[in-house]
């Protein structure tokens, strides 16, 4: 099987593979978002499942238990929970991330409840206090889960999944650099599905995956100059490949982004210190997730270089023409913090387009307009 | 298509319309418009065939086509696709050297874009999944008021007491109207509070792209001047409104179906 067909059925028929290790005996944990710090799980010999929902199927039993207007992409999860389609998770991990997460923590469980539960409590604030109180969170939770998995954490492992899991960081981050050319020698379309392949299987074979993948992009023959605008994409959860097929099909190269289904979860490697949970605070408490807070700096044009100055960076190496913010619907930490943002970058000369969404494939004919004379704008 | 002759189309199918337009030598040969009805490559077909023979060419006279809407990839030909902002842009930049904001107020949604002195997008807005400011709202109104919606324009204008509408909901506001209809509101008065709700959505949008006058009103909006005016009024100046706004984007089209010829 060619890698890409494997990448294909990774991605399509996602849980496949975990449902199999289950079926061998091993104990899955499912998680949300980029805040939970997946060495942990597999220190303590546990694989771990990042949950995501499915922008294809529409969410119906999810809504007879939850108002509409709270964010489709926690709906859809749980949707999929309420369906069964989540039932081989051993356990259930939510951290803090934002408010619609915490509660959706307490609803899943009532209503789908695992073996085991946990909701790690996470500093918003990005400061010395957060990262003392972060690092006895992750004790806590991996006391909790000691307990569940029936055997104590060794550092010494845990310092092995640090560095498996740099490892993969280290290869992603190879890969995002064939994106650098232009054109860039891989779409946006092929790096979504790389990545969400990756969320449901352990790392260790993500690696794999990812190492053929690289090896199979540099054979590729160098892509003929087509003059297309290169997008950088910032929002929250695409991990369907629906709204970027649909802006590369409208004539532009999707070459970087900042999402946590992209370098949000992988760009920054777990620094490999003496005592490996200072090494983990500092990775996963600056996480570039909107709802985090960078404290203070300066005046406005400082605090705004101070919070998004890696964003400009990203920009500017992937040599973008235009920025779109994909925005699922109502999430207000990203629809706050978008205005600022935008101002930056349009500061930095950099167009950008942004959208509010449903998480829901069906929209994406109405979208087609905005995205058109957006590259039309930027031509 | 044949390179020597100089006629140009711009075909835009919109959500209730589909519209055509043909350019000869810059001037306007021929242009016109059907429902959109639930077969947008039929209309297409139709009005087509209707202004071809209306400028009394056949389909290989053309020397070049833009087509542009949200219908546009139903289009049965082979001709580039542009998206609409860029046409109404052009047609407005051509009808208006001096505009500088447009403001396109369609069956579906509600456009407002920044345009530069050269007639291309320097930013835009759409309004989300919201009927409340584009001609959908219209629609439901002179349907609930039996009132023929070319009528709603005159009749707004001699309102003498506007109804206010608590709500900024196309879907509440049916509910609403019907409400002010059975405490005795005249229907002049339910319309121009139905104008200045819609307007004070539209005005939120211009002012989210920054106002620069001036502001061409566009798409089948510009054919209501009860509501040409509440915008005018909402945004604090005089709107300018093409001969044919429904038209501005075919024309457009047409337009940058010519100058891609010329390049």
Same mark, same amino acid.
């Given at each position: 099987m060619s890698i890409m067909k494997q990448i294909e059925a990774l991605y399509t028929q996602r849980g496949v593979r975990a449902r199999e290790l289950r079926q061998a005996g091993e104990k899955v944990i499912g998680y949300f978002c980029c805040f939970v710090p997946e060495e942990i799980i597999t220190a303590l010999g546990l694989i771990p499942f990042r949950i995501q929902g499915s922008q294809?199927?529409?969410?119906?039993?999810a809504d007879t238990l939850l108002e509409p207007m709270a964010c489709p992409f926690a709906r859809s999860c749980f949707n999929m929970a309420l369906k069964g389609?989540?039932?081989?998770?051993d356990g259930f991990v939510a951290p803090h991330s934002c408010d619609t997460i915490e509660r959706m923590y307490h609803i899943w469980r009532s209503n789908t409840p695992s073996p085991f539960n946990h909701l790690i409590n996470v500093p918003h604030m990005m400061g010395p206090s957060s990262a003392e109180f972060y690092k006895n969170e992750l004790h806590y939770f991996a006391g909790c889960l000691e307990t569940f998995a029936g055997r104590k954490l060794d550092l010494e492992k845990l310092r092995q999944a640090v560095r498996l899991y740099n490892r993969r960081r280290a290869l992603l981050r190879e890969l995002y650099a064939l994106r650098k050319a232009v054109p860039p020698r891989v779409s946006g379309t092929e790096i979504t599905k790389v990545l969400v392949a990756g969320m449901g299987i352990p790392a260790a074979e993500h690696i794999d995956v990812v190492r053929a993948f690289i090896d199979e992009v540099q054979q590729r023959p160098a892509p003929r100059p087509d003059g297309l605008p290169r997008i950088f994409l910032w929002g929250n959860e695409i991990d369907d490949i629906a709204f970027i097929e649909l802006v590369e099909s409208c004539g532009a190269h999707v070459v970087m982004d900042d999402l946590c289904t992209g370098t949000r979860f992988f760009w920054e490697d777990v620094p490999e210190t003496d005592d490996p949970f200072d090494g983990l605070v500092q990775k996963y408490l600056c996480t570039h997730c909107p709802r985090s807070l960078v404290p203070q700096a300066g005046g406005r044009a400082d605090d705004l270089e101070n919070r998004f100055g890696y964003i400009r960076e990203f920009a500017a190496q992937w040599k973008a023409d235009g920025a779109i913010f994909y925005i699922v619907r109502y999430c207000d930490t990203c629809e706050l913090e978008g205005p600022d943002l935008k101002e930056y970058l349009t500061q930095q000369k950099l167009p950008v387009l942004m959208i509010e969404d449903d998480y829901s494939t069906t929209t994406m004919g109405q979208l087609r307009t905005r995205i058109q004379a957006f590259l039309e704008m930027i031509a | 298509m044949n390179a020597d002759s100089r006629y140009f189309a711009g075909l835009d199918m919109g959500s209730v319309s589909v519209k055509a337009l043909i350019l000869q030598n810059d001037r306007v040969a021929a242009s016109g418009l059907t429902p959109a009805g639930g077969n947008y490559k039929a209309a297409a077909a139709k009005v087509m065939e209707e202004v071809l023979a209306r400028a009394g060419i056949a389909s290989d006279d053309l020397s070049g086509m833009v087509v542009t809407g949200?219908? %546009?990839?139903? %289009?049965p030909w082979d001709a580039p696709q542009l998206s609409d902002i860029s046409c109404h842009a052009r047609g407005c930049h051509a009808l208006f050297?001096? %505009?500088r904001t447009i403001i396109d107020i369609g069956g579906q949604f509600t456009k407002a874009a920044r345009i530069t002195p050269q007639g291309s997008i320097a930013d835009f807005l759409m309004s989300e999944k919201?009927?409340?400011?584009?001609?959908r709202f219209l629609q439901v109104i002179s349907r609930i008021l039996h009132i023929p919606i070319e009528e709603i324009g005159p009749l707004s204008l001699q309102a003498q007491h506007p109804v206010e509408f608590s709500t900024n909901c196309a879907v509440f506001a049916e509910s609403e109207t019907i409400s002010r209809i059975a405490e005795g509101a005249r229907p002049a008065d339910i319309l121009a509070g139905v104008h200045r709700a819609m307007a004070a959505k539209v005005k939120m949008l211009v002012k989210r792209v920054k106002l620069e006058a001036d502001v061409v009103l566009t798409g089948g909006g510009g054919e209501d001047a009860g509501l040409v005016q509440a915008v005018g009024q909402a945004l604090g100046l005089t709107i300018l409104v093409p001969e044919n706004p429904r038209l501005t984007a075919a024309f457009g089209a047409a337009c940058l179906a010519a100058e891609h010829k010329r390049t």
């Open positions: 294809r199927e529409p969410i119906d039993e389609q989540y039932e081989f998770l | 949200l219908g %546009a990839q139903s %289009a050297p001096s %505009a919201c009927a409340t400011g584009s001609g």
